[in-house]
């Protein structure tokens, strides 16, 4: 069932509420007193910060009048939502039915053999998180997965690992 | 002006071949030598397993380029944009000559798709220029009435194309038979399906011929207000639909008294879906629109009487409303002349798995199914042996290899246990194991389940957990039996068209694929040597020369030996991904 997408230990010792709430002001005003309001708001929030923080939830319960059982039943309930922080890459791999008959398991299975993860967990570094999605459309390019925007087609085991090692050898040497 | 135009295909599929870097190489030549030719953009034809895809237009024609890199487009230019002289042997799609993939052509009929890989999405020009709202001119320039329109619609014998098949023309009489100051229009652009990605294409590459299709219907069902749910996984759809109802605004097809028709105002806002594959179902849909979980309700009320926001509305499909403007412009007979006695026109396919030639085609429905995947889509890859292929995502079914002869429209489609759903073919050869593939879409609708249902809950729950045994070698005597039952269950007691239909895909497989249950249950085999658990790759002592290249591809580093010497394979850290087998060159690696 949907709600079972939930990580069972939210924040991983972060501090969850350290966000500056003044960021999601415009939205608020953007969107307060507007029927069908909730998503879009939840949306945007996640924009900012690339999760929803439990102080956001708050501050959108005082500013808006939605309830936070409203709020939460909704987060909880479609898969685009997250509620604890992410790494600066999400890489989604496609598991829709063309990546599966052409390998998807294959791929998933090497880049949490790699990334030492599971899917929807975030590497120690902060760098990636790995996640699974249902399908990105791009059937015809299967496997495919998708880093940020980009999009990778017609991937192995090892050609995945070696774009997502390429992309951890640039964030050291931007570092460096 | 420039006499020669290079067209880069920019669709998802292109880009994620690719094609940006090759759209930036020809800026780049064009700029730093000045070059006079005109750089311009469309959307994907359809040919996506040739993409990035480019074509060049001059004064003799046209021709479309495929596997287009940036050393290729360095070519392009100086031989054919330069030198007036194309490289054949790089063609795919010409009216000049014949290519090989011409035949991914042959038998097509573009209605739906007719300005795909035409026009520059974000150009309403190029959209007007190909006859883009000359239907809805018509309505006003012609004094056509909004009964006058269902009627063509009913005539051109159109049905839903999201996959239950409904006739639009009669929706939308319902729709316009209930009166309120408040009307809603929507299109279904949440495309769940896995394994299609028509929605996704039309959107990126003719956005405007929804919203014109959008705009009729609202004229003939009297709404004043229209809503586009979009999955937020295609940000380029989204970014696209958005430039074309500014476009739309502004050029006065959207507003107040649109086309000088007193009173007919509209306008289309864009509700960006959340990921949920049951807010495709239209009750749920407009829950979500509504900010609610996205949970279907009882009908009756039908959206029709009561709908977003309690109001009347009425729900079509993108594919759908691609279709309105065609047939408003051009009268229901350029439509019904295609197709079978009752299911009329064209229909889009994404022909994907283990096909050759995957991609995007449009044919007149009744095409056989032979037809579609082995002269439009070329065969099966490597020449394997073609098993089933996949309708209707995880509400549709496998049709095996003896129906291949079936012409594929609702009624001969449906009579298999598939269904046409939104359009999705998913190609599967020998090596697909069928158990595992009805255990997938299990695995995807338990998921998807909003849980509302008792037996959609837990009912596929249980028949997951049956279905994962199976493939991983445990289990027993009884459970086909019990597959079964637990599915006319679920079937039978679930209120929306997911639960009633999730067990489409085990029906189908036990249907024709019995024998491959009863070989993972009794004999502990996976046919099709798919199911890793039941799987080992063994190295071959005699075979292996030690060229370590199945070393260097394993992800996991679980072969290990010296250089020039037998390699052996470390079965507890190995994953069983195949990619040693699949690049030995000694035929050293055994799969059991």
Same mark, same amino acid.
């Given at each position: 069932?949907?709600?079972?997408?939930?990580?069972?230990?939210?924040?991983?010792?972060?501090?969850?509420?350290?966000?500056?709430?003044?960021?999601?002001?415009?939205?608020?005003?953007?969107?307060?007193?507007?029927?069908?309001?909730?998503?879009?708001?939840?949306?945007?929030?996640?924009?900012?910060?690339?999760?929803?923080?439990?102080?956001?939830?708050?501050?959108?319960?005082?500013?808006?009048?939605?309830?936070?059982?409203?709020?939460?039943?909704?987060?909880?309930?479609?898969?685009?939502?997250?509620?604890?922080?992410?790494?600066?890459?999400?890489?989604?791999?496609?598991?829709?039915?063309?990546?599966?008959?052409?390998?998807?398991?294959?791929?998933?299975?090497?880049?949490?053999?790699?990334?030492?993860?599971?899917?929807?967990?975030?590497?120690?570094?902060?760098?990636?998180?790995?996640?699974?999605?249902?399908?990105?459309?791009?059937?015809?390019?299967?496997?495919?997965?998708?880093?940020?925007?980009?999009?990778?087609?017609?991937?192995?085991?090892? /050609?995945?690992?070696?774009?997502?090692?390429?992309?951890?050898?640039?964030?050291?040497?931007?570092?460096? | 002006?420039?006499?020669?135009?290079?067209?880069?295909?920019?669709?998802?599929?292109?880009?994620?071949?690719?094609?940006?870097?090759?759209?930036?190489?020809?800026?780049?030549?064009?700029?730093?030598?000045?070059?006079?030719? %005109?750089?311009?953009?469309?959307?994907?034809?359809?040919?996506?397993?040739?993409?990035?895809?480019?074509?060049?237009?001059?004064?003799?024609?046209?021709?479309?380029?495929?596997?287009?890199?940036?050393?290729?487009?360095?070519?392009?230019?100086?031989?054919?944009?330069?030198?007036?002289?194309?490289?054949?042997?790089?063609?795919?799609?010409?009216?000049?000559?014949?290519?090989?993939?011409?035949?991914?052509?042959?038998?097509?009929?573009?209605?739906?798709?007719?300005?795909?890989?035409?026009?520059?999405?974000?150009?309403?020009?190029?959209?007007?220029?190909?006859?883009?709202?000359?239907?809805?001119?018509?309505?006003?320039?012609?004094?056509?009435?909004?009964?006058?329109?269902?009627?063509?619609?009913?005539?051109?014998?159109?049905?839903?194309?999201?996959?239950?098949?409904?006739?639009?023309?009669?929706?939308?009489?319902?729709?316009?038979?209930?009166?309120?100051?408040?009307?809603?229009?929507?299109?279904?652009?949440?495309?769940?399906?896995?394994?299609?990605?028509?929605?996704?294409?039309?959107?990126?590459?003719?956005?405007?011929?929804?919203?014109?299709?959008?705009?009729?219907?609202?004229?003939?069902?009297?709404?004043?207000?229209?809503?586009?749910?979009?999955?937020?996984?295609?940000?380029?759809?989204?970014?696209?639909?958005?430039?074309?109802?500014?476009?739309?605004?502004?050029?006065?097809?959207?507003?107040?008294?649109?086309?000088?028709?007193?009173?007919?105002?509209?306008?289309?806002?864009?509700?960006?879906?959340?990921?949920?594959?049951?807010?495709?179902?239209?009750?749920?849909?407009?829950?979500?629109?509504?900010?609610?979980?996205?949970?279907?309700?009882?009908?009756?009320?039908?959206?029709? %009487?009561?709908?977003?926001?309690?109001?009347? /509305?009425?729900?079509?499909?993108?594919?759908?409303?691609?279709?309105?403007?065609?047939?408003?412009?051009?009268?229901?007979?350029?439509?019904?002349?295609?197709?079978?006695?009752?299911?009329?026109?064209?229909?889009?396919?994404?022909?994907?798995?283990?096909?050759?030639?995957?991609?995007?085609? %449009?044919?007149?429905?009744?095409?056989?199914?032979?037809?579609?995947?082995?002269?439009?889509?070329?065969?099966?890859?490597?020449?394997?042996?073609?098993?089933?292929?996949?309708?209707?995502?995880?509400?549709?079914?496998?049709?095996?290899?003896?129906?291949?002869?079936?012409?594929?429209?609702?009624?001969?489609?449906?009579?298999?246990?598939?269904?046409?759903?939104?359009?999705?073919?998913?190609?599967?050869?020998?090596?697909?194991?069928?158990?595992?593939?009805?255990?997938?879409?299990?695995?995807?609708?338990?998921?998807? /389940?909003?849980?509302?249902?008792?037996?959609?809950?837990?009912?596929?729950?249980?028949?997951?957990?049956?279905?994962?045994?199976?493939?991983?070698?445990?289990?027993?005597?009884?459970?086909?039996?019990?597959?079964?039952?637990?599915?006319?269950?679920?079937? %039978?007691?679930?209120?929306?068209?997911?639960?009633?239909?999730?067990?489409?895909?085990?029906?189908?497989?036990?249907?024709?694929?019995?024998?491959?249950?009863?070989?993972?249950?009794?004999?502990?085999?996976?046919?099709?040597? /798919?199911?890793?658990?039941?799987?080992?790759?063994?190295?071959?002592?005699?075979?292996?020369?030690?060229?370590?290249?199945?070393?260097?591809?394993?992800?996991?580093?679980?072969?290990?030996?010296?250089?020039?010497?037998?390699?052996?394979?470390?079965?507890?850290?190995?994953?069983?991904?195949?990619?040693?087998?699949?690049?030995?060159?000694?035929?050293?690696?055994?799969?059991?």
């Amino acid at each position: 069932m949907r709600v079972q997408r939930l990580p069972q230990k939210s924040g991983n010792g972060v501090l969850a509420d350290d966000v500056d709430l003044s960021l999601i002001e415009p939205l608020i005003q953007k969107y307060k007193g507007k029927k069908g309001n909730l998503i879009p708001l939840l949306q945007g929030v996640q924009s900012v910060y690339g999760y929803i923080p439990r102080a956001a939830f708050e501050r959108l319960a005082d500013e808006t009048g939605l309830t936070l059982s409203d709020m939460y039943g909704v987060a909880t309930f479609y898969a685009q939502f997250r509620l604890s922080p992410v790494g600066k890459h999400i890489i989604k791999v496609c598991h829709g039915t063309a990546c599966h008959v052409q390998g998807a398991d294959a791929i998933s299975l090497a880049l949490k053999e790699a990334l030492k993860v599971n899917d929807g967990e975030t590497t120690p570094d902060k760098l990636f998180t790995l996640e699974t999605v249902a399908c990105l459309g791009c059937c015809s390019l299967a496997p495919v997965m998708m880093i940020d925007e980009e999009t990778y087609g017609k991937l192995t085991g090892s /050609s995945a690992v070696k774009i997502v090692k390429e992309i951890k050898i640039k964030e050291t040497q931007q570092k460096g | 002006m420039a006499e020669t135009k290079v067209i880069v295909g920019l669709g998802s599929c292109g880009i994620a071949a690719g094609a940006n870097k090759v759209y930036n190489k020809f800026k780049e030549l064009k700029e730093a030598d000045n070059l006079d030719f %005109e750089l311009a953009k469309t959307s994907c034809i359809g040919m996506c397993f040739r993409e990035p895809l480019v074509e060049v237009v001059d004064e003799n024609g046209s021709m479309i380029y495929g596997d287009v890199d940036e050393e290729k487009a360095i070519d392009i230019i100086q031989q054919h944009v330069l030198g007036h002289n194309p490289i054949k042997e790089y063609v795919v799609k010409t009216d000049q000559f014949e290519t090989p993939d011409q035949t991914y052509f042959d038998g097509q009929v573009k209605i739906a798709l007719r300005n795909c890989g035409y026009i520059d999405p974000e150009n309403i020009h190029e959209y007007e220029a190909r006859g883009g709202y000359q239907a809805l001119k018509k309505l006003a320039h012609e004094s056509i009435t909004p009964e006058q329109v269902i009627q063509t619609i009913i005539d051109s014998g159109l049905r839903g194309r999201g996959g239950g098949g409904f006739p639009t023309g009669m929706k939308w009489r319902f729709a316009r038979a209930n009166q309120s100051d408040e009307k809603y229009i929507i299109c279904n652009a949440d495309e769940g399906d896995p394994g299609a990605f028509m929605d996704r294409s039309l959107l990126e590459g003719d956005p405007h011929a929804v919203i014109e299709g959008m705009i009729i219907g609202a004229y003939a069902i009297g709404a004043n207000q229209g809503v586009i749910y979009c999955r937020a996984e295609y940000p380029l759809a989204i970014k696209r639909l958005n430039i074309a109802l500014d476009q739309a605004r502004e050029h006065g097809y959207l507003g107040k008294n649109i086309m000088g028709i007193q009173g007919f105002n509209l306008d289309i806002y864009i509700k960006e879906g959340a990921g949920a594959f049951v807010c495709g179902e239209e009750t749920a849909l407009m829950a979500s629109i509504e900010g609610k979980r996205g949970m279907p309700s009882k009908r009756p009320p039908f959206p029709a %009487e009561k709908g977003l926001w309690q109001r009347p /509305s009425n729900i079509n499909n993108v594919e759908t409303f691609a279709n309105v403007p065609y047939i408003v412009a051009n009268g229901p007979e350029s439509y019904n002349k295609y197709g079978t006695e009752k299911s009329k026109g064209t229909k889009v396919f994404a022909l994907t798995g283990k096909i050759k030639h995957g991609g995007l085609v %449009e044919v007149p429905m009744g095409t056989p199914l032979r037809d579609i995947i082995y002269k439009l889509g070329g065969g099966i890859q490597n020449d394997k042996k073609f098993k089933a292929v996949q309708l209707g995502g995880p509400s549709g079914g496998c049709i095996p290899e003896h129906l291949i002869d079936i012409q594929v429209d609702y009624e001969q489609v449906n009579a298999t246990g598939a269904i046409m759903g939104s359009g999705g073919m998913v190609v599967m050869d020998e090596t697909t194991c069928m158990v595992d593939v009805a255990r997938f879409f299990l695995d995807f609708t338990q998921k998807e /389940s909003c849980g509302k249902c008792t037996f959609c809950r837990i009912g596929t729950k249980r028949m997951l957990e049956i279905l994962t045994r199976i493939t991983e070698g445990e289990g027993q005597e009884g459970d086909i039996e019990k597959l079964e039952e637990l599915a006319l269950q679920v079937k %039978e007691s679930s209120l929306c068209g997911l639960g009633q239909t999730a067990p489409n895909p085990v029906l189908t497989t036990i249907k024709y694929f019995r024998h491959e249950y009863e070989a993972h249950i009794r004999d502990k085999k996976c046919p099709a040597h /798919s199911c890793t658990k039941l799987l080992t790759y063994e190295i071959d002592p005699n075979k292996c020369t030690g060229c370590t290249v199945c070393a260097v591809k394993c992800p996991v580093k679980a072969i290990d030996g010296e250089r020039k010497k037998v390699h052996h394979i470390n079965q507890d850290i190995c994953i069983k991904c195949g990619d040693c087998y699949n690049n030995c060159r000694f035929d050293a690696i055994t799969k059991n």
